[in-house]
């Protein structure tokens, strides 16, 4: 991903993320792109720059308050007129991540930033993901569909839902008396663990 700025200078990567929800998975993120340690072993050049949320009260608004990351909340006309393009050049975007993000992203949206919008389904796709198949209902539908396994899904994004190419999957084990609620755990500690080192291996490769 670009690495000098027009004076020759070494550009930050900067990301922004969409969320409608809590955010913990925005928060993994967070931390571990600020996370001192892994930042000066690695020369890391990227950063959480702004926090995207079509949700007034949802929690993730919060985590960029208290790390200190611009926030924009975004009303429906608007994105599917001009999917905020100015607003996201302003803060020289280069990576738009998905992290609980329940709207539709507009075609104008997915033209300008070309395999640089990408997504996390709790799931294993393709199967248990589409229109409506968010939350807890992914999970009860994996269970009632007695699955021995499920997990997690990055992959780009295109014009529909959850069905860009897949980048990565890793799996979990289904217990015969697994809730939804438990099942939910497993997948969020596998977003936790991974979805910020496939963020960083993509922005690595591009
Ligand atoms: C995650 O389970 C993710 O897979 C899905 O939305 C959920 C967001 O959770 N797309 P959180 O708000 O990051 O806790």
Partial sequence: MSEH???????????????????SN??????????PLTS???GRRTKVVLIVSNNANAGVLKIAEREKISSLIIEGKKFYE???????????????????????????LIQSYPDK???????????FGGKGMYG??????????????????IH????????GEIIFQAKCKIEDDDTPDILAEK????????????????????
């Avoid at 925005?26 to 996370?35: L, R």
């Avoid at 997948?187 to 591009?206: D, R, S």
């Fill in 136 to 153: 807890s209902k992914v999970h009860e539908a994996v269970i009632n569909s007695k699955e021995k396994e499920s997990g997690v899904s």
């Fill in 26 to 35: 925005a928060q993994k993120i967070i931390e571990y792109f600020t996370s």
């Fill in 187 to 206: 997948i969020h500690l596998l977003e936790h663990q991974y979805y910020p080192l496939i963020i960083e291996k993509i922005i690595m490769e591009q």
């Fill in 40 to 42: 000066l072993q690695k």
């Fill in 117 to 127: 919008i990408i997504n996390i389904h709790p799931a294993l796709l393709p199967k």
């Fill in 5 to 23: 700025d027009s004076t020759g200078q070494q550009k930050n990567n900067c990301i922004a993320i969409f969320a409608s929800g809590t955010g």
């Fill in 82 to 108: 001009d999917g905020y393009l100015s607003e996201l050049k302003k803060y020289k975007i280069d990576l738009i991540v998905l992290a609980g993000f329940l709207w539709k992203i507009p075609s104008s």
């Fill in 156 to 163: 780009y994004v295109d014009e529909l839902y959850d069905h």
